[in-house]
């Protein structure tokens, strides 16, 4: 059973009165939700390291005339402080019964084999909150991660929905052939 079956339950699933054969009460999809994108915070020491390391690049560019790779460190520089700046958008997520749609892309469910929850973690700003991680079926696919409001009874309502159309598996085998790009951004301090 998910963690999260124990919060109560939600509007955000609309219930019909007809009961199924096990007495539960049946979930009527598209379910629909706007959830805050997680973008991971970089600390202020990075962004001062990144700067100091294309300064350094830069001047020694500058001393043997490579223009050109000038050119690229400044490039590159910006590229990554732009891209780094945390910017949480709000997305809008749809559950129909054979597909999750979040803004204008679209996955597949029959991609993916079961879901499992996990926590992402907080800052001492944001509390840690659920998140929905769909298992592949392929061996070497990739999970797709799934974004909760932060309203709890919002997310048992979008749990029980996806129960209908996905097992729930608390596995976290999936994890194996991501550890070591995961690692290895940990060390990076990249993500």
Do not use: C, H
Request: no cysteine.
């Amino acid at each position: 059973m998910p963690k999260a079956k124990s919060m109560t339950k939600t509007p955000a699933a609309k219930r019909t009165p007809t009961r199924t054969k096990n007495g539960r009460d049946s979930v009527t999809l598209p379910v629909q939700w706007t959830a805050t994108e997680y973008v991971p915070r970089k600390r202020w020491w990075w962004f001062i390291g990144l700067v100091l390391v294309a300064a350094w690049f830069s001047l020694l560019m500058i001393a043997l005339r490579e223009w050109s790779v000038l050119a690229f460190i400044v490039a590159a520089t910006l590229t990554m402080l732009v891209t780094y700046v945390p910017r949480a958008r709000d997305q809008k997520w749809t559950l129909k019964m054979t597909s999750l749609s979040v803004d204008k892309t679209t996955v597949q469910l029959e991609n993916y084999r079961a879901f499992t929850i996990e926590e992402l973690p907080g800052t001492k700003a944001i509390a840690p909150r659920p998140s929905i991680t769909l298992l592949p079926m392929r061996r070497l696919g990739w999970p797709f991660s799934v974004y909760l409001p932060a309203s709890e009874e919002t997310t048992a309502g979008i749990i029980e929905a996806l129960e209908v159309v996905l097992p729930y598996n608390d596995a976290v085998s999936y994890q194996t052939s991501t550890r070591i790009l995961q690692r290895l951004t940990r060390w990076l301090r990249l993500g």
